[in-house]
């Protein structure tokens, strides 16, 4: 028998939620966001679920080139966008072959582009610096790299993309949308600029046939803003659960402490569960005493320090639990349900971060 902790990952939810997504984007097309291992999902697995048909995702962006090579090698043939391009001239042979699209953020990859003795015309990615101050062309060189390109054999179609600092803040997108059409001008390009908030929240982000939107929190089953609406709100379902077991009970008397710094103090008698998950599977150290947990589907809390490879939950109420007892840190228990947003805001951080600590030692399983 091994550890009992493992990540399951719902396939059709995967589908349901870009179904979700497409029906925001209208007549855009969807970049299915991929980066980070799928946002820990596994990039392959997702890509494979999303590929290949009318109602999948018409392409796949990422930042990692080992994992699009993985992706064409595996048969995947839908478009692939590289959101960061090369990070060295050497890597345009790769782009070439393997027919993947790198974003150009500045005037050095706009060099290197056109340096580069290229069998065929590359589809590009402008990007645009509309006020994020991270990635992108400001307006003075956003003119240059049009004129370098203009006289390169190999530049193919153009789309201009942005990205937004805000999208799932109060400030939103307004400031930023109107500097990114100010630059983009007469151009009449297409462009790619809603992330998963903005496609929520903002429809007229989302662009015209032609355009594209780059979703990637809202497929894997996380709401870009839980405080304003959560998951379920969205109508979106979870596509990770993040299930152990119970490997201990005990029965603590007043006084008692639990766990590194014994910071938790039992006020009276009580049965605490001990859960095979930690910091070491990628459970959050910095949640505190009350992040919601599943014990057999019934919603408690946890108790003390996070340790390495366990954690302590109140057992109040859930008589029936005991060691074998199924333990859901988020995702889903039969009907019932815990938001990956509701224990990341406990610890003080977002889903996204999450789904990408899953610790390699997780088993992942997968239903269709
Ligand atoms: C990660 C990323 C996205 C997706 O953002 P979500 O908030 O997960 O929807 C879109 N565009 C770019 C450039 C990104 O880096």
């Known amino acids: 028998m091994s550890r ?30 991929i ?43 839908e478009p692939i966008l590289m ?15 393997h027919n993947l699209q790198p974003v150009l953020h500045c005037l050095d990859q706009v060099e290197i582009f056109c340096a580069a003795g290229l069998p065929a015309p590359m589809p590009l990615h402008l990007k645009l610096n509309t006020g994020m101050n991270r990635l992108g062309l400001n307006p003075d060189e956003l003119d240059i790299a049009f004129s370098r390109l203009e006289s390169c054999a190999h530049t ?31 151009r009449s390009l297409p462009v790619s600029v809603a992330n998963s908030a903005a496609l929520l929240r903002f429809p007229e982000t989302v662009g015209r046939e032609g355009d594209w ?20 709100d969205i109508g979106l379902a979870p596509v990770m659960t993040f299930e152990s077991e119970l490997i201990s009970v005990r029965d603590l008397a007043a006084g008692d402490r639990v766990g590194y710094a ?32 599943l ?21 109040a109420g859930i008589p029936q639990a ?7 840190l988020w995702g889903r228990h039969g009907s019932m349900r815990l938001e990956a947003d509701d224990v990341a805001t406990a610890a003080g951080t977002v889903s996204y971060e999450l789904f990408c600590a899953v610790a390699q030692r997780v088993r992942f399983e997968e239903v269709a």
């Not at 060295?88 to 782009?95: D, I, K, M, Y």
């Not at 997108?173 to 007469?186: C, K, N």
């Not at 005991?322 to 859901?328: A, F, I, S, Y």
């Open 156 to 186: 193919g179609p153009i789309t201009l993309m942005t990205h937004f600092a805000d999208a799932d803040e109060p400030r939103g997108v307004d400031e930023q949308l109107a500097r990114f059409q100010s630059m983009a001008g007469g």
């Open 213 to 232: 939107v780059r979703p990637g929190i809202m497929l894997y089953g996380g709401s870009p803003f839980p405080a304003m609406q959560t998951a379920s």
């Open 262 to 293: 014994g910071n938790f103090v039992a006020e009276g008698a009580m049965r605490v569960g001990v859960v095979a998950c930690g910091y070491g599977d990628g459970y959050p150290r910095h949640a505190p005493t009350g992040t919601p947990v």
């Open 35 to 77: 980066k980070a291992n799928g946002y820990g999902h596994g990039a392959l697995r997702v890509a494979r679920a999303l590929s290949g048909s009318a109602d999948g995702a018409d392409g796949f962006a990422l930042v990692e080139l080992e994992t699009a090579i993985a992706l064409r090698e595996d048969g995947i043939y």
């Open 295 to 315: 014990v057999d589907g019934m919603r408690t809390r946890t108790l003390g320090r996070v340790s390495m490879d366990k954690i302590c939950v109140d057992l």
């Open 322 to 328: 005991d060691v074998g007892t199924t333990v859901t």
């Open 4 to 33: 009992p902790i493992r990540a399951r990952i719902d396939l059709s939810a995967l589908r349901h939620n870009l179904s979700i997504a497409r029906r925001h984007a209208r007549a855009s097309h969807v970049w299915a966001v």
């Open 83 to 97: 959101m960061e391009g090369f990070y060295a001239p050497e890597e345009l042979a790769l782009f070439s072959w």
